[in-house]
């Protein structure tokens, strides 16, 4: 019943900036923590970023701290992602999820066993 369809990838020129956004529809009955995975070509996927319902705890993989900004609007049921001074390396399908049971920081062990899932954005990046 609830649904994620991200928006806002493309091409982008290293050094650069692009915003994600990942709407959520449906019947939203539980207060979920949502975030951002990503996969490269011929990689597995992986952790990027994650929010708490409130917004009031964040979370990043290493490889992304300091560029990337996630948010969220529960008004529009809405959460972004701000990939900001991007490089080659962060080319991917990013893929946005939501689960109402996991604390944030256990959210890179989870995988695919989050409640839901997106059908993802392409992001490249040009050298």
């Known amino acids: 019943q609830v649904q994620l369809v991200e928006s806002g990838g493309g091409l982008v020129q290293a050094g650069g900036s692009l915003r994600l956004s990942c709407a959520a529809s449906g019947r939203t009955f539980s207060r979920y923590t949502m975030g951002w995975f990503r996969q490269a070509p011929g990689k597995e996927r992986e952790f990027v970023a994650a929010i708490t319902w409130s917004g009031g705890t964040t979370y990043y993989a290493d490889s992304v701290k300091g560029r990337f900004t996630i948010s969220r609007d529960n008004g529009k049921n809405t959460v972004y992602l701000q990939m900001s001074t991007v490089k080659p390396e962060d080319t991917a399908v990013y893929y946005c999820?939501?689960?109402?049971?996991?604390?944030?920081?256990?959210?890179?062990?989870?995988?695919?066993?989050?409640?839901?899932w997106g059908q993802g954005t392409l992001v490249t990046v040009s050298s």
């Open positions: 999820a939501a689960d109402s049971r996991f604390l944030v920081r256990t959210w890179p062990i989870r995988g695919s066993n989050l409640e839901i």
